[in-house]
């Protein structure tokens, strides 16, 4: 009923950006919190930043300060801007979103978009 799609993944250079995007379609719906998820080859899945409804913000302490997590919720988009990138942010990221359905407004669902890869290497 609802697919996430995410965009923006490649090859970065050690120091450098990259902005990663996830549009939420579908059926009728309302996102109230969004996600970005990462993880790397032999390692657990790790929570990178969450985002509300009102714009409230959460980091990991490992990227606090180098990545920002905003919404578009007109357009049902998330981005997450990624600087001073370092070869310990390679990791597939995955979006995520809690959302209820117009049909059922009180029963939270849970959708995952494909994941996209980001390689950091010079």
């Known amino acids: 009923q609802v697919q996430l799609v995410e965009s923006g993944g490649g090859l970065v250079q050690p120091g450098g950006s990259q902005e990663l995007a996830c549009v939420a379609s579908g059926s009728t719906f309302t996102i109230f919190t969004m996600a970005w998820y990462r993880q790397a080859p032999e390692k657990p899945r790790e929570l990178v930043a969450t985002?509300?409804?009102?714009?409230?913000?959460n980091y990991a302490d490992s990227v606090k300060g180098r990545f920002t997590i905003s919404r578009d919720n007109t357009k049902n988009a998330m981005y997450l801007q990624m600087n001073d990138l370092s070869p310990d942010d390679t990791a597939v990221y995955y979006c995520?979103?809690?959302?209820?359905?117009?049909?059922?407004?009180?029963?939270?669902?849970?959708?995952w978009g494909q994941g996209t890869q980001v390689t950091v290497s010079s």
């Open positions: 995520n979103a809690r959302l209820v359905f117009e049909s059922s407004y009180y029963k939270l669902y849970d959708y």
């Open positions: 985002i509300t409804s009102g714009g409230v913000t």
